[in-house]
């Protein structure tokens, strides 16, 4: 049975920082494409960043000089460190694995809210 379980979202001022976590358990997870993707109320899912197999990042404009995600294959674990946070960062948080075959999974999300 596949689970990505993300953690560490939650309430930060503008300017703060956060620390997102996705446990993945089921999978081979060093073969993995992993990412993480938000959505905010009234708005499509959108990727923030990824993380291909051989350590090769990809991020979104909007997050770029401000987000890095990160990888431990040794703890199947992905990470996402957000800095900077500004109140347009509000969404919900999803973990993403892809496989080269093609398949994929998300977690169930984790919730990040900017607001003074």
């Known amino acids: 049975q596949v689970q990505l379980v993300e953690s560490g979202g939650g309430l930060v001022q503008p300017g703060g920082s956060l620390r997102l976590s996705c446990a993945a358990s089921?999978?081979?997870?060093?073969?993995?494409?992993m990412g993480w993707y938000r959505q905010a109320p009234g708005k499509q899912r959108e990727s923030v960043a990824t993380i291909t197999r051989s350590g090769a990042t990809n991020y979104s404009a909007f997050v770029k000089g401000r987000f890095t995600i990160s990888r431990d294959n040794a703890e199947n674990t992905v990470y996402l460190q957000m800095n900077s946070l500004k109140p347009e960062d509000t969404a919900v948080y999803y973990c993403?694995?892809?496989?080269?075959?093609?398949?994929?999974?998300w977690g169930q999300g984790t919730q990040v809210t900017v607001s003074s």
């Open positions: 993403n694995s892809q496989s080269p075959f093609g398949s994929y999974y």
């Open positions: 089921g999978i081979s997870f060093s073969i993995y494409t």
